[in-house]
């Protein structure tokens, strides 16, 4: 059933651009689209402009990744650290990262830098504030026999607070990697000369509207894969949620 519904849309949608339901100057047939997909990939053009995406999103989520998973445990363990960080991040975070976009431009350039700042940030408050909820809901009683065992700071980040809170800094991953594709896109379109967000933009200012389908083709299939692959890891690094839950 889970394939059949995108089949039967698949084919509603050529059939209505067919005969004429849909106008093919704003929603070409999938047929069309697929064979733009192919010459698109044979060329090199659209493989260039996704690597260059994809590398981009990699560095700026690793920038944002890291520091957001040190600094939830930290908040998580201890009131004081959380009590210093917590009004910042509550000013911070509900503010559109797409907002400040224009701020970083003003700070870093059109480079690169500005492509991996505004990826860093969305993930960063996604995955600190998650792991920071992980580490909370961790039962009292599990830190209390590490400490009462003499377990040092290091020992209880490292063998309590983070296996304790994985599945939620999961979570935070997931949708902060979700995120980071939107970000870069949006980012792209507005200050890139290439990657995929900069490619669908050309190709909608040009008119060819098979090759902007393309592009947000590849953003799809990024993430179907990209969420399928966490899945696979998640079950490798929590295989106790795996027996939970399956």
Request: proline share 5%; no cysteine.
């Amino acid at each position: 059933m889970g394939v059949a519904s995108p089949i039967l849309l698949l084919a509603l949608w050529e059939g209505a651009g067919r005969v004429g339901v849909l106008d093919a100057r704003f929603f070409p047939a999938p047929s069309a689209i697929a064979g733009t997909f192919v010459d698109l990939m044979r060329s090199g053009e659209l493989v260039e402009h996704t690597w260059t995406s994809l590398g981009r999103i990699l560095i700026g989520f690793t920038l944002g990744a890291v520091p957001g998973l040190v600094i939830g445990i930290a908040m998580g363990l201890s009131r004081l650290v959380r009590a210093a960080f917590k009004p910042v991040v509550g000013a911070l975070y509900p503010v559109p990262k797409t907002a400040i976009f224009p701020l970083l431009l003003l700070v870093f350039g059109i480079g690169e830098p500005s492509k991996y700042a505004i990826v860093a940030i969305g993930v960063f408050f996604l995955v600190l504030l998650n792991t920071m909820a992980g580490v909370l809901g961790i039962e009292p009683v599990y830190l209390d026999v590490g400490r009462n065992f003499g377990a040092g700071r290091l020992q209880v980040f490292r063998t309590i607070a983070l296996p304790g809170a994985l599945p939620l800094v999961f979570t935070g991953i997931r949708l902060a990697w979700g995120n980071a594709l939107i970000l870069i896109v949006v980012a792209e379109i507005l200050a890139a000369r290439s990657g995929i967000g900069y490619f669908i933009q050309n190709s909608y200012q040009t008119f060819q509207v098979e090759k902007m389908y393309a592009g947000l083709l590849v953003i799809s299939f990024i993430g179907y894969v990209s969420f399928l692959l966490l899945d696979e890891l998640e079950r490798w690094l929590i295989p106790w949620k795996a027996g939970r839950t399956g």
